[in-house]
C-alpha cells in the first residue's frame, strides 16, 4: 500500500469531527453532501427495489395498496428533493466552481455550510415522516386529495421539503455570486468550463423557481391544518390552482437535475477525445436558454386536467421549442469527437451512456409534447419511462461519469478501472432493460402507480424487474470499489486524465487554499491537446 | 382484452388518428436517435487512440452553418410535430353535435355512469357501436381520470367543476376502463369495463331492467331519466318559486336558457352551459343576471353531483315556449 506524501491537503489539514462538521471549506461540505445523498439514494432505490417487487405479479400480494402507495410516493421524494436536486450541485458544484474559476472558496462560505445543515434538518423532519408512516400522496402532493383525503404524514413531509428547498435556494445564490465575482484573472465569460456555465443557469432556476414550490408546499400545509379553503372547491378553492403552482417549479426542476449534468458530458467528452468543445457558445447559451424556457412549458403537465384548449397550444408549442437547445447541445458533443483522439477510460463510457439515454429521454419527451398524443400516454408508464430516461439516464449517468471523472481529485486515489467499465455497462444495460420496456407498458395503457395490474402487462413488468436487479448490481459495484479505493487505491497524480482546466493544476487532493497562487487564465476552456509543461 | 400484445387496440375514430400521429414520431425519433447513435459508434471507433498516437486531437472550434442546420431543422420538424399533435386535440376537445351524452361521476374507489335514459352503471358503461358518445364528468372527492386505452381518450374529473371528453367507438367489444390520476387507497381498483354493443341490443340493454340502484343518492329510482328526477328536484327543492313561468320579479324564467347568452349586472357575460348551470346553483351570488336582485339562496351541500346533472339536464329540456 502506498503512503501519501506529508503534504498538507484539505482532508489532512484537520483532523476529527469538529474539523468537518464546523468547516468553511467548500470541499469538505461537498464531501458532506457527498455522504448524505449517497444515504438518501440507498434509502430511495430500496424503496424503488420493493416498487419493482410488487410489481413482478399482476396481483398485489406483495405489499398492502396503502403500503405500494407509501413506496412510490417515498421513492420519488426521496430521490429527487434529496438526491437528484442537489446531486451533481452540491457534491461536485460545491467542490469544482472555485476550482475550475480559480478561487480560493465560494462567496460565502458560512453560507454554504448553513445551506448543508438546512438539508439535513428538512432530511430529518422527512426521515422522520416516513418512520412515523410514511406519506402516500405521489411526490406532487396532487389536491384536493393531499389537502383532504390522505390519512397519511402530508405535513411532517411538507414541512420536511419546505426546510430542504432552502438549501437550494442558499446553494443557487452563492453559486451565482461567485461565478460573477471571483473568477481568476483573465477567466472571462466566455473562457468558463461549460460545467460552470451550466451551473449558472442551474443556479437561476434554483433562485427563481424553489421559492414557488416553497409557498405552493405551505399552502398545502395550511389548507390541511387549518382548513383555509386555497385548493379544495368544497372550501371554495381551484384544485387546478395547485396544479399550475406545483409544475412552475417542479417542470424548471427536471433543469436543476439534468443540467449540472450536461456540463459534466462537456468536460468528459473534451478531455477523453483530446478535442476542444464543438460549439462553446452554442452549448453555453443553450444551458441559459433552457433555463429561461423550462419556465414556460409547465402546462404541458395538464393537457388532460380540463385547462383550456387554447393555453393547452401554447404550452405544447413552448414545448416543442424547448426540446431544440436539448438537441443542439446533443450535436454538438456528437461533433465534438469528429477527428479526436479518443479513448474509452470509465468516465467516458459513462459520458458516451448519458448521449444515448438522454438522447432518448429527450425525444420521448416530444411525443408527451404533442397533445394528441398525450393524452392517450398522459400518466401510464410511457411518462414514468420517459422521465427516468432523462433524470436517470441521463442526470444520474452523468453524476456518476463526474464521480468517476472527479474522484482521483477529490480523494487523491484512482479506483479499480476495470471495475468501473464493468459498472458502466451493467448500468446502461441493466438501465435500458428496466425502462425501455415500459414505454411498451405505457402506449399499451398501463396507469402508473398501479399496485395490481391486468395480467397481459405482465411480462413487460418481469423483463423491467430483471433489468433493475441488474441495474441495481450496477450502482451497488461502485459503492464497493470507490470506497476500497480510499485506503487501498493507487495514488493520483495531479492531472491523471492529462484534463485541460485550472482544477487540474492544482494537487490531488487539493490544499485548503486550492492554489498557491492565483492562477492567470490566458486562453479559452479545452485547450486540447494540452502542451507538455500543463501536464503535471 | 387480456392477451399479451405490444400495441393496443384500436377501436375508435381518434384511436387510428393517434397511432397515426405516433407513428410519424417514431419514425422521426428513430431517424434521429439513429443518426446519433451511428455517428457516436462510427467516430469512436475510426477516431479511437491507437497505440503510438500522439494523443492530440484535431483544432477544431465549430461551424456556423452546421449550428444553424441542426437549430432549424430539428424546430421545423417540431413544428410539424407540433401542428399535427394539435389538431388531433382539437377533435378530441369538440364532440360533435349528435353526440349522445352520459354523465359520469368518479368517486374514491368507483365509476358512476349515467344514461340520459334513466339506466344507471357502477364501474361498466354500456354504448352503442358508431355513435358519438359526450361525457360530462366530475368528481365527488378528488381528482380522477377517465381513460379508455382502446379509445386513446383520458380526461380528470376534476371535483367543483365539469370536464367533457367523446369518443365514437368503431368496434363492437369489451375495453378497459381505467383510473389514471393517483386518487388514494384503491385507486388500481378504480377500472371498469366499456361494453361495445350493436345499436339494437344497446336499445335492447337501455330499456333491460335495471341492475344498480343507490338509495343514499338522489337517484333512488334508477329507471327514471335524469330529466325527470330534475324536475322532480325542481319542485322539492322550491326551484319553482322563484323560476317558474314567465320572467317573474324575483328570478328569471329558465325556459330557452340552455345555449344562450347571459348578461350578468356586474358587466360581465357568459354563456349558459353547463358550467354556467352549476355555478348558478352553487355559488348564485357569483354572476346575478342584470335586473335581478341576489336574493337566490346558495345549494352548495344541499344537492349531491348527481342530483345537480339531474337539474340542469331538467334545465336543458325547457324549451323557449313552455310556461
Same mark, same amino acid.
Given at each position: 500500500?502506498?503512503?501519501?506524501?506529508?503534504?498538507?491537503?484539505?482532508?489532512?489539514?484537520?483532523?476529527?469531527?469538529?474539523?468537518?462538521?464546523?468547516?468553511?471549506?467548500?470541499?469538505?461540505?461537498?464531501?458532506?453532501?457527498?455522504?448524505?445523498?449517497?444515504?438518501?439514494?440507498?434509502?430511495?432505490?430500496?424503496?424503488?427495489?420493493?416498487?419493482?417487487?410488487?410489481?413482478?405479479?399482476?396481483?398485489?400480494?406483495?405489499?398492502?395498496?396503502?403500503?405500494?402507495?407509501?413506496?412510490?410516493?417515498?421513492?420519488?421524494?426521496?430521490?429527487?428533493?434529496?438526491?437528484?436536486?442537489?446531486?451533481?450541485?452540491?457534491?461536485?458544484?460545491?467542490?469544482?466552481?472555485?476550482l475550475m474559476i480559480g478561487a480560493r472558496?465560494?462567496?460565502?462560505?458560512?453560507?454554504?455550510?448553513?445551506?448543508?445543515?438546512?438539508?439535513?434538518?428538512?432530511?430529518?423532519?422527512?426521515?422522520?415522516?416516513?418512520?412515523?408512516?410514511?406519506?402516500?400522496?405521489?411526490?406532487?402532493?396532487?389536491?384536493?386529495?393531499?389537502?383532504?383525503?390522505?390519512?397519511?404524514?402530508?405535513?411532517?413531509?411538507?414541512?420536511?421539503?419546505?426546510?430542504?428547498?432552502?438549501?437550494?435556494?442558499?446553494?443557487?445564490?452563492?453559486?451565482?455570486?461567485?461565478?460573477?465575482?471571483?473568477r481568476a484573472p483573465g477567466l472571462?465569460?466566455?473562457?468558463?468550463?461549460?460545467?460552470?456555465?451550466?451551473?449558472?443557469?442551474?443556479?437561476?432556476?434554483?433562485?427563481?423557481?424553489?421559492?414557488?414550490?416553497?409557498?405552493?408546499?405551505?399552502?398545502?400545509?395550511?389548507?390541511?391544518?387549518?382548513?383555509?379553503?386555497?385548493?379544495?372547491?368544497?372550501?371554495?378553492?381551484?384544485?387546478?390552482?395547485?396544479?399550475?403552482?406545483?409544475?412552475?417549479?417542479?417542470?424548471?426542476?427536471?433543469?436543476?437535475?439534468?443540467?449540472?449534468?450536461?456540463?459534466?458530458?462537456?468536460?468528459?467528452?473534451?478531455?477523453?477525445?483530446?478535442?476542444?468543445?464543438?460549439?462553446?457558445?452554442?452549448?453555453?447559451?443553450?444551458?441559459?436558454?433552457?433555463?429561461?424556457?423550462?419556465?414556460?412549458?409547465?402546462?404541458?403537465?395538464?393537457?388532460?386536467?380540463?385547462?383550456?384548449?387554447?393555453?393547452?397550444?401554447?404550452?405544447?408549442?413552448?414545448?416543442?421549442?424547448?426540446?431544440?437547445?436539448?438537441?443542439?447541445?446533443?450535436?454538438?458533443?456528437?461533433?465534438?469527437?469528429?477527428?479526436?483522439?479518443?479513448?474509452?477510460?470509465?468516465?467516458?463510457?459513462?459520458?458516451?451512456?448519458?448521449?444515448?439515454?438522454?438522447?432518448?429521454?429527450?425525444?420521448?419527451?416530444?411525443?408527451?409534447?404533442?397533445?394528441?398524443?398525450?393524452?392517450?400516454?398522459?400518466?401510464?408508464?410511457?411518462?414514468?419511462?420517459?422521465?427516468?430516461?432523462?433524470?436517470?439516464?441521463?442526470?444520474?449517468?452523468?453524476?456518476?461519469?463526474?464521480?468517476?471523472?472527479?474522484?482521483?481529485?477529490?480523494?487523491?486515489?484512482?479506483?479499480?478501472?476495470?471495475?468501473?467499465?464493468?459498472?458502466?455497462?451493467?448500468?446502461?444495460?441493466?438501465?435500458?432493460?428496466?425502462?425501455?420496456?415500459?414505454?411498451?407498458?405505457?402506449?399499451?395503457?398501463?396507469?402508473?402507480?398501479?399496485?395490481?395490474?391486468?395480467?397481459?402487462?405482465?411480462?413487460?413488468?418481469?423483463?423491467?424487474?430483471?433489468?433493475?436487479?441488474?441495474?441495481?448490481?450496477?450502482?451497488?459495484?461502485?459503492?464497493?470499489?470507490?470506497?476500497?479505493?480510499?485506503?487501498?487505491?493507487?495514488?493520483?497524480?495531479?492531472?491523471?486524465?492529462?484534463?485541460?482546466g485550472l482544477e487540474w493544476t492544482t494537487?490531488?487532493?487539493?490544499?485548503?487554499?486550492n492554489f498557491e497562487t492565483t492562477p492567470v487564465v490566458e486562453e479559452?476552456?479545452?485547450?486540447?491537446?494540452?502542451?507538455?509543461?500543463e501536464?503535471? | 382484452?387480456?392477451?399479451?400484445?405490444?400495441?393496443?387496440?384500436?377501436?375508435?375514430?381518434?384511436?387510428?388518428?393517434?397511432?397515426?400521429?405516433?407513428?410519424?414520431?417514431?419514425?422521426?425519433?428513430?431517424?434521429?436517435?439513429?443518426?446519433?447513435?451511428?455517428?457516436?459508434?462510427?467516430?469512436?471507433?475510426?477516431?479511437?487512440?491507437?497505440?503510438?498516437?500522439?494523443?492530440?486531437?484535431?483544432?477544431?472550434?465549430?461551424?456556423?452553418?452546421?449550428?444553424?442546420?441542426?437549430?432549424?431543422?430539428?424546430?421545423?420538424?417540431?413544428?410539424?410535430?407540433?401542428?399535427? $399533435?394539435?389538431?388531433?386535440?382539437?377533435?378530441?376537445?369538440?364532440?360533435?353535435?349528435?353526440?349522445?351524452?352520459?354523465?359520469?361521476? $368518479?368517486?374514491?374507489?368507483?365509476?358512476?355512469?349515467?344514461?340520459?335514459?334513466?339506466?344507471?352503471?357502477?364501474?361498466?358503461?354500456?354504448?352503442?357501436?358508431?355513435?358519438?358518445?359526450?361525457?360530462?364528468?366530475?368528481?365527488?372527492?378528488?381528482?380522477?381520470?377517465?381513460?379508455?386505452?382502446?379509445?386513446?381518450?383520458?380526461?380528470?374529473?376534476?371535483?367543483?367543476?365539469?370536464?367533457?371528453?367523446?369518443?365514437?367507438?368503431?368496434?363492437?367489444?369489451?375495453?378497459?376502463?381505467?383510473?389514471?390520476?393517483?386518487?388514494?387507497?384503491?385507486?388500481?381498483?378504480?377500472?371498469?369495463?366499456?361494453?361495445?354493443?350493436?345499436?339494437?341490443?344497446?336499445?335492447?340493454?337501455?330499456?333491460?331492467?335495471?341492475?344498480?340502484?343507490?338509495?343514499?343518492?338522489?337517484?333512488?329510482?334508477?329507471?327514471?331519466?335524469?330529466?325527470?328526477?330534475?324536475?322532480?328536484?325542481?319542485?322539492?327543492?322550491?326551484?319553482?318559486?322563484?323560476?317558474?313561468?314567465?320572467?317573474?320579479?324575483?328570478?328569471?324564467?329558465?325556459?330557452?336558457?340552455?345555449?344562450?347568452?347571459?348578461?350578468?349586472?356586474?358587466?360581465?357575460?357568459?354563456?349558459?352551459?353547463?358550467?354556467?348551470?352549476?355555478?348558478?346553483?352553487?355559488?348564485?351570488?357569483?354572476?346575478?343576471?342584470?335586473?335581478?336582485?341576489?336574493?337566490?339562496?346558495?345549494?352548495?351541500?344541499?344537492?349531491?353531483?348527481?342530483?345537480?346533472?339531474?337539474?340542469?339536464?331538467?334545465?336543458?329540456?325547457?324549451?323557449?315556449?313552455?310556461?
Open positions: 500500500m502506498e503512503t501519501a506524501p506529508k503534504r498538507t491537503n484539505y482532508l489532512n489539514a484537520d483532523y476529527g469531527i469538529r474539523s468537518w462538521l464546523l468547516t468553511l471549506d467548500h470541499k469538505r461540505i461537498g464531501i458532506l453532501y457527498l455522504i448524505s445523498i449517497t444515504l438518501m439514494f440507498l434509502l430511495g432505490s430500496l424503496f424503488a427495489v420493493l416498487i419493482r417487487l410488487e410489481l413482478l405479479t399482476p396481483a398485489g400480494d406483495f405489499v398492502q395498496a396503502d403500503t405500494y402507495n407509501k413506496l412510490f410516493t417515498m421513492h420519488g421524494i426521496v430521490m429527487i428533493f434529496f438526491f437528484l436536486v442537489p446531486s451533481i450541485p452540491a457534491v461536485l458544484g460545491n467542490f469544482l466552481l472555485p472558496d465560494l462567496a460565502f462560505p458560512r453560507l454554504n455550510l448553513m445551506s448543508w445543515y438546512v438539508y439535513m434538518v428538512g432530511g430529518i423532519f422527512t426521515l422522520w415522516a416516513i418512520i412515523t408512516g410514511g406519506v402516500d400522496t405521489g411526490w406532487t402532493f396532487y389536491t384536493p386529495y393531499s389537502t383532504t383525503a390522505s390519512h397519511s404524514n402530508v405535513l411532517m413531509t411538507a414541512v420536511g421539503i419546505f426546510i430542504t428547498g432552502f438549501s437550494s435556494i442558499l446553494t443557487g445564490l452563492n453559486f451565482i455570486v461567485t461565478i460573477h465575482t471571483m472571462t465569460w466566455f473562457r468558463l468550463p461549460l460545467f460552470v456555465w451550466a451551473h449558472y443557469a442551474t443556479s437561476l432556476i434554483m433562485i427563481l423557481g424553489t421559492p414557488v414550490v416553497a409557498i405552493t408546499i405551505f399552502l398545502v400545509g395550511i389548507e390541511r391544518a387549518f382548513g383555509l379553503g386555497i385548493f379544495d372547491p368544497a372550501l371554495g378553492g381551484d384544485p387546478i390552482l395547485f396544479q399550475h403552482l406545483f409544475w412552475f417549479y417542479s417542470h424548471p426542476a427536471v433543469y436543476i437535475m439534468i443540467l449540472p449534468s450536461m456540463g459534466v458530458i462537456s468536460e468528459i467528452i473534451t478531455c477523453f477525445a483530446r478535442k476542444r468543445i464543438f460549439g462553446y457558445e452554442f452549448i453555453a447559451v443553450s444551458s441559459l436558454a433552457i433555463a429561461v424556457f423550462g419556465f414556460l412549458v409547465w402546462g404541458h403537465h395538464m393537457f388532460t386536467s380540463s385547462q383550456s384548449v387554447y393555453a393547452a397550444m401554447i404550452f405544447s408549442i413552448l414545448s416543442f421549442a424547448v426540446a431544440i437547445p436539448s438537441a443542439v447541445k446533443v450535436f454538438n458533443w456528437t461533433a465534438t469527437l469528429y477527428k479526436g483522439s479518443i479513448s474509452f477510460e470509465a468516465p467516458m463510457l459513462f459520458a458516451m451512456g448519458f448521449i444515448g439515454l438522454f438522447t432518448i429521454g429527450g425525444l420521448t419527451g416530444l411525443f408527451l409534447a404533442s397533445l394528441g398524443l398525450d393524452v392517450h400516454v398522459h400518466d401510464t408508464y410511457f411518462v414514468v419511462a420517459h422521465f427516468h430516461y432523462i433524470m436517470v439516464g441521463g442526470a444520474l449517468m452523468g453524476y456518476l461519469g463526474a464521480i468517476h471523472f472527479w474522484w482521483p481529485k477529490m480523494t487523491g486515489r484512482m479506483y479499480s478501472e476495470w471495475a468501473a467499465k464493468v459498472s458502466a455497462v451493467l448500468v446502461f444495460v441493466g438501465f435500458n432493460l428496466t425502462f425501455f420496456p415500459q414505454f411498451v407498458l405505457g402506449y399499451l395503457g398501463m396507469p402508473r402507480r398501479y399496485h395490481a395490474y391486468p395480467d397481459e402487462f405482465q411480462v413487460l413488468n418481469v423483463m423491467s424487474t430483471t433489468g433493475a436487479s441488474i441495474l441495481g448490481l450496477g450502482y451497488l459495484v461502485p459503492l464497493c470499489y470507490l470506497t476500497w479505493s480510499l485506503w487501498r487505491g493507487p495514488l493520483a497524480s495531479a492531472n491523471p486524465w492529462k484534463a485541460a494537487p490531488s487532493p487539493p490544499p485548503t487554499e479559452e476552456a479545452y485547450t486540447y491537446p494540452l502542451k507538455e509543461a501536464v503535471v | 382484452m387480456s392477451s399479451f400484445s405490444l400495441f393496443p387496440e384500436s377501436a375508435s375514430t381518434i384511436s387510428g388518428q393517434v397511432d397515426a400521429l405516433f407513428f410519424f414520431m417514431v419514425g422521426t425519433s428513430l431517424f434521429f436517435g439513429l443518426l446519433v447513435a451511428i455517428l457516436v459508434i462510427y467516430m469512436a471507433i475510426r477516431y479511437r487512440r491507437r497505440a503510438g498516437d500522439t494523443g492530440a486531437g484535431a483544432e477544431i472550434h465549430g461551424n456556423l452553418q452546421l449550428e444553424i442546420a441542426w437549430s432549424i431543422v430539428p424546430f421545423v420538424i417540431a413544428m410539424v410535430m407540433f401542428y399535427w $399533435g394539435a389538431s388531433v386535440y382539437m377533435t378530441m376537445a369538440r364532440p360533435p353535435d349528435d353526440a349522445h351524452e352520459i354523465f359520469v361521476v $368518479g368517486k374514491q374507489w368507483m365509476w358512476k355512469l349515467q344514461h340520459l335514459e334513466g339506466r344507471r352503471e357502477i364501474n361498466e358503461l354500456h354504448v352503442p357501436v358508431n355513435q358519438p358518445i359526450k361525457l360530462t364528468m366530475t368528481s365527488e372527492d378528488v381528482i380522477h381520470s377517465f381513460y379508455v386505452p382502446a379509445f386513446r381518450i383520458k380526461a380528470d374529473a376534476v371535483p367543483g367543476r365539469y370536464s367533457t371528453a367523446w369518443f365514437e367507438a368503431t368496434k363492437v367489444g369489451t375495453y378497459h376502463l381505467f383510473c389514471a390520476e393517483y386518487c388514494g387507497t384503491e385507486h388500481s381498483q378504480m377500472i371498469g369495463r366499456i361494453v361495445v354493443m350493436e345499436p339494437n341490443e344497446f336499445q335492447d340493454w337501455l330499456s333491460g331492467e335495471t341492475t344498480v340502484a343507490d338509495a343514499g343518492s338522489a337517484m333512488v329510482d334508477a329507471t327514471r331519466s335524469p330529466a325527470e328526477i330534475g324536475a322532480e328536484l325542481f319542485v322539492a327543492r322550491g326551484c319553482t318559486t322563484c323560476h317558474q313561468g314567465a320572467a317573474g320579479v324575483m328570478g328569471p324564467s329558465l325556459a330557452g336558457l340552455y345555449g344562450r347568452e347571459r348578461n350578468f349586472a356586474d358587466g360581465r357575460s357568459a354563456v349558459a352551459d353547463e358550467a354556467y348551470l352549476r355555478q348558478s346553483i352553487l355559488e348564485p351570488q357569483s354572476q346575478i343576471l342584470d335586473g335581478y336582485q341576489p336574493i337566490m339562496p346558495t345549494f352548495k351541500g344541499q344537492i349531491d353531483e348527481e342530483g345537480l346533472l339531474a337539474l340542469i339536464q331538467y334545465i336543458k329540456t325547457l324549451e323557449p315556449n313552455e310556461g
